[in-house]
């Protein structure tokens, strides 16, 4: 789990608050013992463990729980593959994915992850009819067009969704 972009970037920029390695590393212990609740079965063949939706189900659910981030890029299932398989292969004995995850994680562990740079909050505006005085936001027309068509038309204002996303608006001309 160490190799999964999105936990390494949450861990860095503290999106768990300043816990957050502890909660990738409890994040770890409860998959661990989850798979373990559940034993091989030789007699019908299953391998045990959590099956791929459960763990991906799992994986997506404390990624937002712990670190408030919604996962849209498909890594909690990528990450649940791999676990999946390297789970089975643990239980015949065969220990190469294992092996060759944990070797590519110690290599992974001494590299500088680039540093994530949020931008800053911006104010969301009041796109209502009213300023932040309360007046009516009566605008001033000049008598003289010359000015007025010489000039540049005024810039868009942005406006941000309930989510805080910029709407896409038409130029204006």
């Not at 079965?41 to 729980?65: K, R």
């Not at 890594?75 to 995850?101: F, I, N």
């Not at 309360?134 to 038309?153: F, H, L």
């Given at each position: 789990?160490?190799?999964?972009?999105?936990?390494?970037?949450?861990?860095?920029?503290?999106?768990?608050?300043?816990?957050?390695?502890?909660?990738r590393t409890w994040l770890m212990g409860?998959?661990v013992d989850m798979y373990e609740e559940?034993?091989?079965?030789?007699?019908?063949?299953?391998?045990?463990?959590?099956?791929?939706?459960?763990?991906?189900?799992?994986?997506?659910?404390?990624?937002?729980?712990?670190?408030?981030?919604?996962?849209?890029?498909?890594?909690?299932?990528?990450?649940?593959?791999?676990?999946?398989?390297?789970?089975?292969?643990?239980?015949?004995?065969?220990?190469?994915?294992?092996?060759?995850?944990?070797?590519?994680?110690?290599?992974?562990?001494?590299?500088?992850?680039?540093?994530?740079?949020?931008?800053?909050?911006?104010?969301?505006?009041?796109?209502?009819?009213?300023?932040?005085?309360?007046?009516?936001?009566?605008?001033?027309?000049?008598?003289?067009?010359?000015?007025?068509?010489?000039?540049?038309?005024?810039?868009?204002?942005?406006?941000?969704?309930?989510?805080?996303?910029?709407?896409?608006?038409?130029?204006?001309?």
């Amino acid at each position: 789990m160490h190799l999964w972009h999105a936990l390494k970037m949450a861990v860095v920029e503290g999106w768990g608050g300043p816990e957050s390695d502890a909660k990738r590393t409890w994040l770890m212990g409860v998959m661990v013992d989850m798979y373990e609740e559940r034993p091989p079965n030789p007699q019908n063949g299953s391998v045990g463990g959590l099956d791929h939706a459960d763990t991906e189900e799992i994986l997506a659910q404390a990624f937002f729980d712990e670190f408030g981030a919604h996962l849209e890029d498909g890594s909690p299932r990528s990450v649940a593959t791999q676990l999946r398989r390297a789970w089975a292969e643990a239980v015949v004995g065969d220990e190469h994915l294992s092996k060759e995850l944990t070797a590519k994680s110690e290599k992974e562990r001494h590299k500088k992850m680039a540093q994530f740079t949020r931008g800053e909050d911006e104010e969301i505006p009041y796109s209502g009819g009213e300023s932040e005085s309360g007046e009516e936001g009566d605008v001033q027309m000049d008598d003289d067009n010359t000015t007025q068509s010489t000039q540049k038309p005024p810039k868009q204002e942005k406006i941000f969704d309930d989510d805080g996303f910029e709407v896409v608006q038409k130029k204006q001309k």
